[in-house]
Protein backbone atom coordinates (compact mmCIF):
# COMPACT_ATOMS: atom_id res chain seq x y z
CA UNK A 1 0.00 0.00 0.00
CA UNK A 2 1.28 3.25 -0.81
CA UNK A 3 1.23 6.07 1.64
CA UNK A 4 1.14 10.23 0.45
CA UNK A 5 2.14 13.02 3.10
CA UNK A 6 -0.54 15.21 2.91
CA UNK A 7 0.03 17.50 6.06
CA UNK A 8 3.09 17.96 8.69
CA UNK A 9 2.40 19.96 11.31
CA UNK A 10 4.34 19.74 14.87
CA UNK A 11 0.47 18.50 16.07
CA UNK A 12 -0.02 15.94 13.82
CA UNK A 13 1.03 14.62 10.24
CA UNK A 14 -1.98 13.58 7.77
CA UNK A 15 -0.75 10.47 5.29
CA UNK A 16 -3.43 9.40 2.09
CA UNK A 17 -2.78 5.59 1.75
CA UNK A 18 -4.05 3.09 -1.07
CA UNK A 19 -3.08 1.62 -4.11
CA UNK A 20 -0.66 3.57 -6.50
CA UNK A 21 -2.02 2.96 -10.11
CA UNK A 22 0.09 4.75 -12.15
CA UNK A 23 -0.35 8.54 -12.29
CA UNK A 24 -2.79 8.51 -9.41
CA UNK A 25 -3.28 7.18 -5.83
CA UNK A 26 -6.91 5.18 -4.77
CA UNK A 27 -7.62 6.13 -1.62
CA UNK A 28 -8.63 3.90 0.59
CA UNK A 29 -7.53 5.17 4.21
CA UNK A 30 -6.33 8.11 6.05
CA UNK A 31 -3.51 7.73 8.58
CA UNK A 32 -3.20 10.46 11.42
CA UNK A 33 1.13 10.58 13.20
CA UNK A 34 1.51 12.00 16.28
CA UNK A 35 4.02 12.02 19.03
CA UNK A 36 1.88 9.85 21.00
CA UNK A 37 0.68 7.67 18.54
CA UNK A 38 -1.09 6.36 15.13
CA UNK A 39 -4.65 6.81 14.27
CA UNK A 40 -6.18 5.34 10.80
CA UNK A 41 -9.75 5.47 9.32
CA UNK A 42 -10.65 3.90 6.38
CA UNK A 43 -13.75 4.81 3.36
CA UNK A 44 -16.32 2.89 1.79
CA UNK A 45 -16.11 5.15 -1.21
CA UNK A 46 -12.47 4.97 -2.24
CA UNK A 47 -11.61 7.78 -4.53
CA UNK A 48 -8.52 8.27 -6.88
CA UNK A 49 -6.70 11.01 -6.77
CA UNK A 50 -3.71 12.31 -9.21
CA UNK A 51 -0.25 12.54 -8.12
CA UNK A 52 2.91 14.22 -9.55
CA UNK A 53 5.05 12.03 -11.08
CA UNK A 54 7.54 11.78 -7.88
CA UNK A 55 4.50 10.57 -6.30
CA UNK A 56 3.84 13.37 -4.25
CA UNK A 57 0.29 15.72 -4.39
CA UNK A 58 2.17 18.40 -5.79
CA UNK A 59 1.76 22.23 -4.96
CA UNK A 60 -2.64 22.12 -6.69
CA UNK A 61 -4.62 19.34 -5.01
CA UNK A 62 -7.44 17.32 -7.03
CA UNK A 63 -9.29 15.74 -4.76
CA UNK A 64 -12.67 15.83 -5.81
CA UNK A 65 -15.60 15.61 -4.09
CA UNK A 66 -15.77 15.33 -0.50
CA UNK A 67 -14.20 12.04 0.94
CA UNK A 68 -14.51 11.76 4.96
CA UNK A 69 -13.03 9.65 7.24
CA UNK A 70 -14.24 10.04 11.32
CA UNK A 71 -11.54 8.97 13.99
CA UNK A 72 -12.38 7.95 18.03
CA UNK A 73 -12.05 9.99 20.58
CA UNK A 74 -8.14 10.61 20.81
CA UNK A 75 -5.04 12.09 23.50
CA UNK A 76 -2.15 12.83 22.32
CA UNK A 77 1.09 14.95 23.12
CA UNK A 78 1.50 18.82 22.43
CA UNK A 79 4.61 20.04 22.46
CA UNK A 80 7.10 22.64 21.33
CA UNK A 81 9.86 21.29 19.70
CA UNK A 82 11.03 18.21 21.45
CA UNK A 83 9.73 19.67 24.80
CA UNK A 84 6.34 17.91 25.88
CA UNK A 85 4.22 20.78 27.32
CA UNK A 86 0.80 19.30 27.84
CA UNK A 87 -1.64 17.58 25.50
CA UNK A 88 -4.35 17.87 23.09
CA UNK A 89 -7.63 15.60 22.99
CA UNK A 90 -10.86 15.62 21.49
CA UNK A 91 -14.15 13.66 21.67
CA UNK A 92 -14.50 13.39 17.38
CA UNK A 93 -12.24 14.15 14.55
CA UNK A 94 -13.63 13.96 10.70
CA UNK A 95 -11.03 15.02 8.13
CA UNK A 96 -12.66 15.83 5.10
CA UNK A 97 -11.12 15.59 1.61
CA UNK A 98 -12.68 18.19 -1.39
CA UNK A 99 -11.19 20.01 -4.06
CA UNK A 100 -7.97 21.74 -3.13
CA UNK A 101 -8.41 21.67 0.27
CA UNK A 102 -8.53 19.37 3.85
CA UNK A 103 -10.34 20.09 6.98
CA UNK A 104 -9.78 18.91 10.12
CA UNK A 105 -13.30 19.10 12.26
CA UNK A 106 -12.80 18.51 15.97
CA UNK A 107 -15.11 18.15 18.05
CA UNK A 108 -15.10 18.90 22.01
CA UNK A 109 -10.89 19.85 21.30
CA UNK A 110 -9.93 19.95 24.81
CA UNK A 111 -5.71 21.35 25.30
CA UNK A 112 -4.09 21.43 28.80
CA UNK A 113 -0.92 23.78 28.57
CA UNK A 114 1.89 24.17 30.98
CA UNK A 115 2.63 27.53 30.04
CA UNK A 116 -1.29 28.32 30.55
CA UNK A 117 -1.99 26.28 33.77
CA UNK A 118 -5.42 26.53 35.43
CA UNK A 119 -6.81 27.93 31.70
CA UNK A 120 -8.38 25.13 30.19
CA UNK A 121 -9.04 25.86 26.76
CA UNK A 122 -12.14 23.82 25.13
CA UNK A 123 -13.33 24.20 22.24
CA UNK A 124 -14.94 22.61 18.30
CA UNK A 125 -12.86 23.86 16.03
CA UNK A 126 -12.24 23.71 11.97
CA UNK A 127 -9.22 23.79 10.74
CA UNK A 128 -8.39 24.22 6.82
CA UNK A 129 -5.51 24.12 4.50
CA UNK A 130 -5.84 24.81 1.14
CA UNK A 131 -3.11 23.53 -1.33
CA UNK A 132 -1.26 22.75 1.96
CA UNK A 133 -1.09 26.18 3.05
CA UNK A 134 -3.14 26.63 6.66
CA UNK A 135 -5.92 29.20 6.44
CA UNK A 136 -5.98 31.37 9.15
CA UNK A 137 -9.90 31.80 10.60
CA UNK A 138 -11.65 33.47 13.03
CA UNK A 139 -11.21 32.98 16.64
CA UNK A 140 -12.86 29.78 18.20
CA UNK A 141 -15.13 30.74 21.55
CA UNK A 142 -14.42 29.12 24.43
CA UNK A 143 -16.28 28.15 27.44
CA UNK A 144 -17.01 31.32 29.89
CA UNK A 145 -15.06 30.80 32.49
CA UNK A 146 -15.91 31.72 36.37
CA UNK A 147 -15.80 35.38 37.88
CA UNK A 148 -14.33 35.78 41.66
CA UNK A 149 -14.34 39.42 43.00
CA UNK A 150 -15.12 41.15 39.83
CA UNK A 151 -12.74 39.84 37.64
CA UNK A 152 -11.81 36.57 35.94
CA UNK A 153 -8.28 35.40 36.93
CA UNK A 154 -6.32 33.71 34.63
CA UNK A 155 -2.54 31.94 35.89
CA UNK A 156 -0.25 31.16 33.53
CA UNK A 157 3.22 30.38 33.37
CA UNK A 158 3.86 34.37 32.53
CA UNK A 159 2.25 37.38 34.04
CA UNK A 160 -1.19 36.19 35.99
CA UNK A 161 -3.81 38.14 33.87
CA UNK A 162 -7.44 39.48 35.19
CA UNK A 163 -9.99 40.36 32.45
CA UNK A 164 -13.31 41.51 33.28
CA UNK A 165 -16.26 38.93 33.71
CA UNK A 166 -17.63 40.12 30.01
CA UNK A 167 -14.85 39.68 28.39
CA UNK A 168 -15.21 36.40 25.70
CA UNK A 169 -11.92 33.86 25.48
CA UNK A 170 -10.40 32.17 22.09
CA UNK A 171 -8.18 30.05 20.47
CA UNK A 172 -6.47 31.85 17.17
CA UNK A 173 -4.88 28.96 15.19
CA UNK A 174 -2.16 29.71 13.05
CA UNK A 175 0.11 27.22 11.17
CA UNK A 176 2.67 26.53 13.79
CA UNK A 177 1.17 28.60 16.97
CA UNK A 178 -2.17 28.84 19.24
CA UNK A 179 -2.72 31.99 20.98
CA UNK A 180 -5.82 32.59 23.54
CA UNK A 181 -7.64 35.79 23.02
CA UNK A 182 -8.90 37.82 24.92
CA UNK A 183 -12.30 40.35 23.70
CA UNK A 184 -13.35 42.88 25.47
CA UNK A 185 -14.09 46.40 26.22
CA UNK A 186 -13.23 46.43 29.21
CA UNK A 187 -9.70 46.84 30.84
CA UNK A 188 -6.74 43.94 31.16
CA UNK A 189 -4.23 43.38 33.56
CA UNK A 190 -0.93 41.62 33.46
CA UNK A 191 1.27 41.33 36.54
CA UNK A 192 4.16 39.22 37.17
CA UNK A 193 7.11 38.87 39.65
CA UNK A 194 10.05 38.84 37.60
CA UNK A 195 10.89 38.61 33.88
CA UNK A 196 14.32 37.39 31.72
CA UNK A 197 15.84 37.13 28.34
CA UNK A 198 16.12 34.28 25.99
CA UNK A 199 17.81 34.65 22.68
CA UNK A 200 16.64 38.28 22.81
CA UNK A 201 13.20 37.51 23.19
CA UNK A 202 11.70 38.15 26.87
CA UNK A 203 10.17 35.83 29.15
CA UNK A 204 8.06 36.60 31.89
CA UNK A 205 7.84 34.39 34.85
CA UNK A 206 5.07 33.86 37.63
CA UNK A 207 6.84 34.68 40.85
CA UNK A 208 5.34 35.05 44.37
CA UNK A 209 4.17 38.16 46.17
CA UNK A 210 5.11 41.12 46.06
CA UNK A 211 4.94 41.47 41.56
CA UNK A 212 7.62 43.67 40.74
CA UNK A 213 5.21 45.25 37.88
CA UNK A 214 1.65 45.36 36.99
CA UNK A 215 0.54 46.48 33.36
CA UNK A 216 -3.03 46.97 32.68
CA UNK A 217 -4.43 47.65 28.83
CA UNK A 218 -7.66 49.67 28.84
CA UNK A 219 -9.31 49.23 24.77
CA UNK A 220 -11.06 52.91 23.96
CA UNK A 221 -13.57 49.99 21.88
CA UNK A 222 -14.33 46.91 21.79
CA UNK A 223 -10.57 45.15 21.22
CA UNK A 224 -9.21 41.57 20.53
CA UNK A 225 -5.69 41.20 22.79
CA UNK A 226 -3.79 38.20 22.61
CA UNK A 227 -3.01 37.66 26.05
CA UNK A 228 -0.47 34.52 25.51
CA UNK A 229 1.10 32.84 22.13
CA UNK A 230 2.17 29.71 21.95
CA UNK A 231 5.04 28.97 19.76
CA UNK A 232 4.41 25.22 18.52
CA UNK A 233 7.45 24.79 16.36
CA UNK A 234 9.99 25.19 19.77
CA UNK A 235 11.74 28.00 18.48
CA UNK A 236 10.18 31.09 20.00
CA UNK A 237 9.22 31.58 23.73
CA UNK A 238 5.99 32.41 24.70
CA UNK A 239 4.57 36.00 23.61
CA UNK A 240 2.16 38.30 26.04
CA UNK A 241 -0.09 41.06 25.35
CA UNK A 242 -0.54 41.65 21.69
CA UNK A 243 -2.81 43.10 19.40
CA UNK A 244 -4.59 41.16 16.91
CA UNK A 245 -6.35 42.76 13.88
CA UNK A 246 -8.28 41.40 10.61
CA UNK A 247 -4.75 42.15 8.58
CA UNK A 248 -2.69 39.86 11.28
CA UNK A 249 -0.62 40.56 13.96
CA UNK A 250 0.56 43.69 15.28
CA UNK A 251 3.62 44.64 17.08
CA UNK A 252 3.46 44.27 20.93
CA UNK A 253 2.79 46.76 23.14
CA UNK A 254 5.48 49.03 24.00
CA UNK A 255 6.37 50.70 27.21
CA UNK A 256 7.73 54.02 27.30
CA UNK A 257 11.24 54.66 27.50
CA UNK A 258 10.82 56.78 30.66
CA UNK A 259 8.82 53.92 32.30
CA UNK A 260 11.51 50.52 31.59
CA UNK A 261 13.20 49.13 34.51
CA UNK A 262 15.99 46.88 34.53
CA UNK A 263 13.13 43.91 34.38
CA UNK A 264 10.42 45.22 32.12
Not at 29 to 43: E, F, H, N, P
Not at 119 to 124: A, I, K, M, Q, S
Not at 171 to 180: G, I, N, P, R, T
Not at 234 to 242: H, M, N, R, T
Request: net charge negative; with cysteine; glycine share 10%.
Amino acid sequence: MASVRALNSSMLSVFLEGERTGSSLRLERISLRTATGLLTASTSSPSDIPLQPDGQLGATWNFGPTTGFDFPPFQLALQTGSRTIGTASWQGLRVELQGDRIRLIFSSLRMLCDLLPGVPLETDATLVFVNGVFQRDTPFPLRQLPASGGVVELPMAGPNVSIPPSATLSLQFQAESVSLVASTSGSVTGRSGFAWERSGDRELQPGGPPDVFELTVTNASAANLVLARIDLAGEKPPAYFQGLSANGWATEFKISRALQFPFL
